[in-house]
């Protein structure tokens, strides 16, 4: 009997899996998965429960590989919601709950959509479906995904393909899939002058004009024009705190936070150096010393469009009608670290209640959306 992905999406809803609890939702998985043939492994790592999942041979020819996550951001005000966040409720035709979207709908139809196919296929050396789930990707992502991808290196475990599941089509089913995702860096800055009495400006070394102005310099200047398959670059200042409830006193630090989203132009290597760069100028031009500290999110990476970018366009095109557009755009997801393992690109549904209260997904959607691994894995094994 055919899993019925919007059951199970459901009853992944009625989870309370809150980063960074697991709330039974890997659980359902596992027991859901092993009872249609697959060997689960579960490869908690630090706290974070993730689940691994193969049919077939490990070292298959070829192996098409789903990766998801069923951690949820939290519910915010319960009582905004109209139906329980963890309630997993339907009404004309609606599933409502946190994870409806972002992405326990994702997990649920590749997960029946596999299971369905390991009822039917015949295993062998030439094809295996292998399945990796966190609960890590909308927390910290270090023990998540990562862990998952070390526990394969060491153990022989190897996708040839990865499809993510995360949702990617702005208002449309169908319309949009990501074949890459701009990287991310946030830099911290903190300028350290001296302290003292506002009338006595001889005396004192004023930080917040000097970071303002490396704000002000940084914002203005234009990283790049874009690239053949990436929007153009953008430098965002998010903070600037100086913490100073006198008005009489000139403080004697100030801090601000910039977060650049970067295409294929760029690393994370180099914008650090040049990031550097401005900041010792700004220090060496006004004697106010400026520590700058980085976090590097991800690189920015591509999955050319080839065969198997054709293969998932033709799928979402065959079940939805729509030839979905390659993009690049939007945050970063756990891709940018299954990219350095096999090329890799994401399909799911329409985003646009994720993270918000009422966070809902159209029981049509859910079921459009298993057809459409379902015609993946039929002509990736083909």
Not at 237 to 257: E, I, K, L, W, Y
Request: aromatic share 6%; proline share 5%; with cysteine.
């Amino acid at each position: 009997m055919p899993l019925d992905p919007v059951a199970l999406t459901a009853d992944l809803i009625r989870c309370p899996s809150v980063t960074p609890d697991e709330g039974g939702a890997l659980v359902l998985l596992e027991r859901t998965l092993a009872a249609a043939g697959f060997v689960c492994v579960r490869v908690d790592r630090n706290g974070t429960p993730n689940l691994l999942a193969r049919w077939g041979e490990k070292g298959a020819a070829r192996t098409l590989g789903f990766n998801g996550h069923t951690d949820v951001v939290p519910v915010g005000d319960a009582a905004a919601w109209s139906h329980d966040p963890f309630g997993g409720e339907i009404a004309e035709g609606i599933l409502w709950g946190r994870g409806a979207t972002d992405m326990k709908s994702g997990v649920a139809a590749f997960v029946a959509a596999a299971c369905d196919y390991a009822a039917e296929a015949q295993a062998g050396s030439d094809k295996a479906i292998l399945i990796t789930i966190t609960g890590d990707e909308e927390g910290d992502a270090t023990d998540g995904t990562v862990a998952l991808l070390e526990y394969m290196a060491r153990e022989g475990e190897a996708m040839s393909d990865c499809i993510v599941g995360e949702p990617t089509c702005p208002a449309t089913m169908g319309e949009m899939m990501k074949i890459g995702r701009r990287g991310s860096i946030t830099a911290y800055f903190t300028a350290r002058g001296t302290q003292g009495h506002v009338a006595y400006p001889e005396r004192n070394n004023n930080p917040v004009p000097v970071l303002a102005r490396l704000m002000a310099d940084l914002s203005e200047h234009k990283l790049d024009q874009g690239t053949e398959h990436f929007d153009p670059s953008n430098l965002e200042v998010t903070t600037f705190d100086v913490g100073n409830a006198a008005t009489n006193v000139v403080p004697n630090q100030a801090s601000a936070t910039v977060n650049i989203r970067f295409n294929d132009a760029h690393s994370g290597a180099s914008l650090t150096e040049w990031l550097s760069a401005k900041a010792r100028k700004m220090a060496e031009d006004t004697g106010i010393a400026i520590e700058t500290r980085f976090q590097i999110s991800g690189e920015s990476f591509l999955t050319p469009p080839g065969p198997f970018v054709e293969k998932v366009a033709k799928a979402v095109e065959a079940v939805t009608g729509m030839r979905p557009e390659l993009s690049t755009t939007g945050g970063t997801s756990d891709a940018r670290f299954i990219k350095d393992h096999c090329p890799v690109v994401e399909f799911g549904l329409v985003g646009k209640t994720m993270h918000q209260v009422d966070e809902q997904v159209e029981v049509a959607h859910v079921e459009a959306l298993k057809k459409v691994y379902q015609a993946l894995i039929q002509d990736y094994f083909a």
